[in-house]
């Protein structure tokens, strides 16, 4: 049990890494499964249960609720109803205990999963309740960068502009320096502007967060993330931004007449406003927490070995600063101790 300190969401850091432990574990016998619809499911059932004994009084603020199809487009997942929903209560809900936001992508990389492909994760952010950004499962453009490129960005200018700053923030030409895009169609353009400077690009499948790590880290040799994704991987890009010390600029954006005043409903009346670090997550105090489900470049998938499992997670917070990579043993049979573990 991790020690606690009072009034900061990152006293419960480790048990959050926990948390997202056992989503990976229950999740990733389903790899290589070919629907995601029982990856989703499973993900969300385990996230609720294993949420629901982590002692806060936690609000699910953000919640992934759908996934991108064939085309890039999204569409829902048949999940069982009621499984978990944005406004559930979780927690031991103790009245002493912290008030906060739950921002839960369940699996980052649904397809990637049910392909038996690289790169799925199951992720939380935490922070004190109502400074979440909230937002309906919809897209938002975004712009990040690592801590030596930070106050050199702005998500309005053009892009060959921010690739130039971007490379002069870390002392490099736009040859050195090395920007993921998610391969849309709606990024081509996008991916000609940003080959014009003559910059590297990764073209990615899916996710934002995975590269958001790699951006907050040197030595990582990723540098930026440009494009439209999914705004609830935004709010959880954010929380990793916070904790790694970059930037992150976004913009909603919607395709529907419908998220437009589902906006103006959470508060948004400008869905064409730029939202800075301080409109996506109103607080200092943030938590973050990962592990991979199948392996990709910054966490290992999960591993199995006769009785047991092993896991490769991540955690940060802000409060304090703090980045911590994890290397579990599961013993998941009786007498799997007994029998010695595998390292």
């Avoid at 406004?87 to 049910?114: K, Y």
């Avoid at 490129?149 to 002392?171: C, L």
């Avoid at 391969?183 to 000609?192: A, F, T, Y």
């Avoid at 392996?295 to 600063?321: A, C, D, K």
Wanted: charged letters at 25%.
């Amino acid at each position: 049990m991790a020690e606690r300190r009072s009034g900061s969401v990152a006293a419960s850091a480790i048990e959050y890494a926990a948390v997202t432990e056992r989503v990976a574990l229950r999740v990733s016998p389903l790899e290589g499964a070919g629907g995601p619809e029982r990856a989703f499911t499973v993900a969300t059932e385990t996230f609720k249960e294993e949420l629901n004994a982590v002692p806060v009084r936690g609000r699910v603020a953000i919640l992934r609720e759908q996934r991108l199809d064939e085309k890039g487009e999204l569409r829902t997942l048949n999940a069982l109803p009621g499984t978990m929903s944005v406004g559930d209560n979780l927690g031991t809900g103790n009245p002493s205990e912290e008030e906060v936001d739950l921002a839960i992508v369940p699996v980052e990389g649904l397809t990637l999963l049910a392909r038996g492909q690289q790169g799925s994760i199951a992720a939380v952010a935490v922070a004190p309740r109502g400074t979440m950004l909230r937002t309906p499962d919809m897209y938002m453009s975004k712009l990040i960068v690592g801590p030596r490129s930070r106050g050199s960005i702005d998500i309005d200018a053009p892009v060959a502009e921010n690739i130039y700053s971007i490379a002069e923030g870390i002392g490099r030409k736009p040859s050195e320096i090395t920007v993921a895009v998610l391969e849309r169609e709606r990024h081509e353009d996008l991916v000609e502007q940003i080959r014009e400077t003559g910059a590297r690009i990764q073209l990615r499948q899916e996710g934002d967060l995975t590269p958001a790590i790699a951006v907050g880290l040197r030595g990582a040799g990723l540098h930026a993330i440009i494009g439209i994704g999914g705004a609830p991987e935004g709010i959880l890009a954010a929380a990793v931004v916070r904790c790694l010390g970059g930037e992150m600029q976004a913009k909603m954006w919607p395709t529907q007449r419908s998220q437009v005043e589902k906006l103006k409903e959470y508060g948004l009346e400008d869905p064409e406003k730029k939202l800075t670090m301080d409109d996506l997550i109103r607080s200092s105090d943030v938590v973050f927490a990962a592990t991979g489900i199948t392996s990709g470049e910054i966490l290992n998938g999960v591993r199995y070995f006769r009785g047991g499992g092993r896991t490769h997670s991540v955690v940060m917070s802000t409060e304090p600063r703090m980045v911590r990579f994890m290397d579990t043993i599961h013993a998941l049979e009786p007498e799997a101790g007994t029998q010695g573990f595998q390292l």
